[in-house]
């Protein structure tokens, strides 16, 4: 079992930046795939939540184009670390952020954290 934990969300203002952390146990990290994923309020429970960005194992990375140009996610593999770094956060940007860490066909997901962009 992978334990996923994520942190660094907050409220920021309109251009204003923010960087979500998620880290991610086990000892075989360097065979994660991992993506960050985010949900808008008021989708109701079950509705698909948005992939934001992505990182393969062989860091490689890929990214939704709203947020092509803004977000950069990176990883450090001797930390078990995974990062968003979100630049430029518009409001439509808020959401509960969600990590996931994806080994063969197994699936583990965190618990989100919340990001919120308002004045």
């Known amino acids: 079992q992978v334990q996923v934990v994520e942190s660094g969300g907050g409220l920021v203002q309109p251009g204003g930046s923010l960087t979500l952390s998620c880290s991610a146990s086990g000892s075989i990290f360097t065979f994660y795939d991992m993506g960050w994923y985010r949900q808008a309020p008021g989708h109701q429970r079950g509705n698909q939540r948005e992939l934001v960005a992505s990182i393969t194992r062989g860091n490689s990375a890929d990214y939704a184009d709203s947020v092509k140009g803004r977000f950069t996610i990176s990883r450090d593999n001797a930390k078990n670390l995974v990062y968003l770094r979100m630049n430029s956060l518009k409001p439509e940007d808020t959401a509960v952020y969600y990590c996931?860490?994806?080994?063969?066909?197994?699936?583990?997901w965190g618990q989100g954290t919340q990001v919120t962009v308002s004045s």
């Open positions: 996931n860490a994806r080994v063969g066909t197994s699936n583990y």
